[in-house]
């Protein structure tokens, strides 16, 4: 399962982010220039020009393995083992659909899928909200070691999963939790907070202190604060943390097999493809297809969630 | 309505020096109080001391008879209107002005005839449904003002309201902000470092300067008897000129002021009351012993073009640098000897406000009357005002 991994995606769309808000202030520096001498709106074309090809090799650069894994899933087993994938670009074509119907058909995998959904929902949900209440604190609340324990939950970050493993593997199995879902949802939510915290730190941080302010002289607690003025501006870094989130969780094969076990019952997609695969890797083309009915949850929340990246949300706030 | 009290307060952040030093200052009920004051002065954090916003290091805060140190913003019954509007980005006008009165459990019906009652006054009716975005400048802190009024809170907060609006907006604002106080009647504490709102809105003006009062009074007495250097520069505009002079002590117990020095000196007569004050004879004069240093402050309509030059001991002459036009009058910019520029001082040199009709040209060698009776002294070491 090498496709869609987490930290490749992390990275496309945290610039998505940034590019957005850099073209608006790009945009208000543009309207405020003076009026440019041919010369230089010519250099300008020309450098925006370089820059949008750039981009846009890079992007093709980046979805050609994806790409060929797409074209490969709808190629027959045997033309998969004899030939690379762009052979299959030029005619005569030949496409089938056996490596959708053969995932599709595997016994379970109904079961996986829900399973799948069951792990990644709480898993997404819940160290989105702990991680929001923990960062409103560190960036809006006033208490005594404030920084440093700030500074200890994003250390974490560096902390690798696998090092963990087997001491969250006794944790739980000491209170029972192996083989559960709570046990996997724990260890979720363990897992995705200090990125969490920091990413929502970051952006409640930027927003201005005026309002958190005026809503305290308007009589709000702390709570009202986070429910009424916070958490409706904060959706666009919510919606981001639930795509990054959503898709570490959705994709992943280690945590769940170490804590869950290989039991069809309680075992995610992730899991179920892998054992598609028979120990000698030699039916490796169903790998193709399951990994596209596998990306198809993910894409489908990132697109829905999308819209809430809208720029300027806080227009009309204050000055700026 | 309650009158708000400072007694011995001090704000430190860690060890640096204090940035409110023993501050004590009693606002008065009813009262439209302005903390004026360069940046970094102290006057904002004075206010967000009052608002609850900032802890107080030292001293106490009263609001009416409660001691407030420790009391939660949200509990001291105050109203603030932040520079930045500081509305809620997600929610209509309504749901704004509301906000507050929606905490405090007020039953909806009352909450729409208040809100409809400050929109009125502040004429943002047909804004009501909007969202801050979907608002100018001028509306959005019209807005503002309508949250904190929608309350009838015991004291208004207003923490430089005008600074984001335009020249022309600015004007129409403060006269309706005036106007709100005469309405309400309530306690307003207005900070701006712009000594022009100072002056046109304030019953009573308190000019800080690196935590410290330097004078507290009425708009006119701070322009007429600035306690001291500082409040002199920074009050009127544009300010007033200062000069480096020498206290001559004449045999007749006249008295006159030397400016400038060598070649350059001139000498100006004193009359009036400037001549009671540097012959000691004004109460708490202080020393005015012959020869003595002194900084003289000439307010710029205290000066006349004059056509003849000198001779009668009431007339400085100097060289034209700028002319500015303003069609009532014009400010007329002038190389005198003896200049010297304090730090808070708007201009540069020597401005002098003269009649709209004379023909005054850069480059131009003027001599001017010197209303004498109106000159403010100086003590050059202490900058405190000689009376």
Same mark, same amino acid.
């Given at each position: ?13 945290? =610039? ?53 894994? @797409? ?83 994003? =250390? ?16 739980? =199995? ?6 559960? @879902? ?43 604060? @986070? ?94 | ?5 400072? #007694? ?12 409110? +030093? ?36 030292? *001293? ?112 129409? +604002? ?9 309405? +309400? ?34 708009? #006119? ?44 000196? #001139? ?41 003849? /030059? *000198? ?5 400085? /002459? ?11 009058? #014009? ?50 070491? +202490? ?5």
């Amino acid at each position: 399962m090498s496709i869609a991994k987490n930290p490749a995606h992390a990275a496309e769309i945290t =610039t998505d982010v940034d590019l957005r808000s850099g073209g608006k202030s790009s945009v208000l520096a543009g309207t405020s220039v003076r009026a440019l001498s041919p010369r230089e709106r010519l250099m300008r074309s020309v450098n925006s020009g370089l820059l949008t090809f750039v981009v846009v090799v890079i992007s093709l650069l980046w979805s050609v393995p994806t790409f060929g894994l @797409f074209i490969s899933s709808f190629r027959p087993a045997d033309a998969i083992h004899a030939s690379g994938w762009w052979n299959s670009l030029l005619p005569p074509w030949h496409f089938t659909i056996e490596n959708y119907q053969h995932v599709l058909q595997t016994q379970d995998f109904g079961t996986a899928f829900i399973n799948s959904m069951i792990i990644s929902i709480p898993g997404t949900l819940l160290p989105v909200l702990v991680a929001a209440f923990a960062a409103y604190a560190f960036a809006w609340m006033k208490f005594p070691g404030r920084d440093w324990i700030f500074l200890a939950i994003v =250390t974490l970050l560096v902390v690798p999963v696998q090092m963990t493993l087997i001491p969250i593997f006794q944790i739980l =199995t000491n209170v029972g939790l192996t083989g559960s @879902f709570l046990g996997i949802w724990l260890a979720h939510t363990a897992y995705g907070l200090p990125f969490a915290v920091y990413l929502l730190r970051s952006f409640f941080g930027a927003l201005p202190s005026d309002l958190m302010e005026s809503a305290r002289i308007d009589g709000a607690s702390h709570l009202r604060i @986070f429910f009424s003025i916070l958490l409706p501006l904060a959706v666009p870094s919510l919606a981001s943390l639930v795509i990054f989130q959503f898709m570490w969780v959705w994709n992943d094969l280690l945590v769940a097999l170490v804590l869950l076990g290989g039991a069809p019952e309680h075992a995610p997609m992730t899991v179920a493809i892998a054992n598609l695969v028979n120990s000698f890797g030699t039916n490796y083309e169903v790998l193709t297809s399951a990994a596209f009915i596998s990306m198809a949850l993910p894409l489908v929340i990132f697109f829905s969630l999308q819209r809430y990246f809208v720029r300027g949300i806080l227009a009309g706030s204050v000055k700026g | 309505m309650a009158d708000v009290r400072f #007694q011995h307060v001090y704000k430190r952040y860690g060890e640096n020096a204090p940035v409110i +030093t023993d501050l004590n200052l009693e606002i008065e009920d009813h009262e439209f109080l302005v903390l004026v004051g360069p940046s970094g002065c102290g006057k904002s954090t004075a206010l967000r001391m009052i608002a609850g916003l900032e802890d107080i290091s030292e *001293g106490e805060l009263f609001i009416g008879e409660r001691i407030v140190n420790d009391v939660a913003p949200k509990d001291r019954d105050i109203a603030m209107v932040f520079q930045n509007y500081a509305l809620y980005p997600h929610m209509t006008v309504f749901d704004n002005m509301a906000f507050a009165l929606k905490l405090r459990h007020t039953p909806a019906e009352e909450v729409g005839q208040r809100v409809e009652r400050a929109a009125q006054m502040l004429g943002i009716t047909p804004y009501l449904k909007r969202k801050p975005r979907e608002l100018s400048g001028g509306q959005r802190q019209r807005v503002a003002l309508g949250r904190a009024l929608v309350r009838d809170p015991q004291v208004f907060l207003l923490d430089e309201p005008l600074s984001n609006l335009d020249a022309k907006l600015r004007v129409q +604002t403060r006269a309706e902000i005036s106007r709100l106080h005469q309405a +309400t009647g309530t306690t307003f504490v207005y900070v701006t470092h712009d000594q022009v709102e100072a002056m046109t809105m304030g019953d009573r003006i308190a000019v800080l300067n690196a935590g410290l009062i330097q004078q507290l009074g009425t708009p #006119q007495d701070l322009y007429d008897n600035p306690s001291n250097l500082f409040v002199a520069g920074f009050i009127g505009s544009p300010s007033m000129d200062f000069f480096e002079v020498k206290l001559h002590r004449k045999g007749d117990g006249h008295a006159e002021i030397i400016i400038g020095q060598g070649d350059e000196q #001139q000498r100006l007569t004193l009359t009036g009351h400037a001549a009671d004050v540097a012959t000691g004879q004004a109460p708490g004069a202080g020393d005015t012993s012959d020869g003595r240093p002194l900084i003289v402050g000439i307010r710029p309509e205290d000066f006349t073009l004059n056509g003849a /030059s *000198g001779g009668d001991g009431q007339t400085i /002459s100097g060289v034209v640098d700028v002319v500015e036009h303003l069609g009532n009058e #014009q400010l007329v910019y002038v190389r005198l000897p003896g200049a010297y520029v304090p730090e808070a001082a708007e201009t540069k040199g020597s401005t002098a406000r003269l009649g709209p009709s004379e023909k005054v040209s850069p480059g131009d060698r003027i001599s001017l009357h010197v209303d004498t009776s109106r000159l403010h002294f100086f003590d050059p070491s +202490t900058t405190k005002s000689l009376v």
